[in-house]
T-cell receptor, first 115, second 114 residues
Framework: DTGVSQNPRHKITKRGQNVTFRCDPISEHNRLYWYRQTLGQGPEFLTYFQNEAQLEKSRLLSDRFSAERPKGSFSTLEIQRTEQGDSAMYLC?????????????FGPGTRLTVT | GNSVTQMEGPVTLSEEAFLTINCTYTATGYPSLFWYVQYPGEGLQLLLKATKADDKGSNKGFEATYRKETTSFHLEKGSVQVSDSAVYFCALGDAKQGAQKLVFGQGTRLTINP
């Protein structure tokens, strides 16, 4: 069990560019979550997958954001036409459906800076 | 909607001092409650949890009791160490709100001086 991994760890991009982040959950976990954390705040929920199905999206997830989990394993989060307000830490977490689903295990995050 | 309010930081203590970080919540149902910790340069880690009223979660010398009557889940430790310096987040999860998402407080930065 290697834990949740995220790539890249840091991303600097210019406003208007597209970026894609990857999350690899703990292998036996069927639930996967994306959160966003800005400086001095707690993480805020973005979206949730159970296996390959995206079951809920936050209002924070504008049309420029899209997330996929094509085979129920890794997930990608894409941001199109990035804006400076998108600068944040993007966190991925996973959990097992057979244990308390709120017992979520977090990755180290991808820090996005939009210049 | 559900929300979590934490004691504002930063909190600075000396080694071996007693720690309390206050956390209160608002929820429509009967949530599960959590404390997560974020050490410098690392990801969020689950510290402890409680799933029903009067449950006490404990780990690494930290404790928190789920108090339904006061809607609180305060974090305590009897004798803190320098290695406890981190940011602590209180969180709740409520299945009645749909996805099993966690709702976090804003975090409390704790610094322990030797």
């Amino acid at each position: 069990d290697t834990g949740v991994s995220q790539n890249p760890r840091h991303k600097i991009t210019k406003r208007g560019q597209n970026v894609t982040f990857r999350c690899d959950p703990i292998s036996e976990h069927n639930r996967l979550y994306w959160y966003r954390q800005t400086l001095g705040q707690g993480p805020e929920f973005l979206t949730y997958f159970q296996n390959e199905a995206q079951l809920e999206k936050s209002r924070l997830l504008s049309d420029r954001f899209s997330a996929e989990r094509p085979k129920g394993s890794f997930s990608t989060l894409e941001i199109q036409r990035t804006e400076q307000g998108d600068s944040a830490m993007y966190l991925c977490a996973s959990s097992s459906g057979t244990v308390n689903p709120y017992e979520q295990y977090f990755g180290p995050g991808t820090r996005l800076t939009v210049t | 909607g559900n929300s979590v309010t934490q004691m504002e930081g930063p909190v600075t203590l000396s080694e071996e001092a007693f720690l309390t970080i206050n956390c209160t919540y608002t929820a429509t149902g009967y949530p599960s409650l959590f404390w997560y910790v974020q050490y410098p340069g690392e990801g969020l880690q689950l510290l402890l949890k409680a799933t029903k009223a009067d449950d006490k979660g404990s780990n690494k010398g930290f404790e928190a009791t789920y108090r339904k009557e006061t809607t609180s889940f305060h974090l305590e430790k009897g004798s803190v160490q320098v290695s406890d310096s981190a940011v602590y987040f209180c969180a709740l999860g409520d299945a009645k709100q749909g996805a099993q998402k966690l709702v976090f407080g804003q975090g409390t930065r704790l610094t322990i001086n030797p």
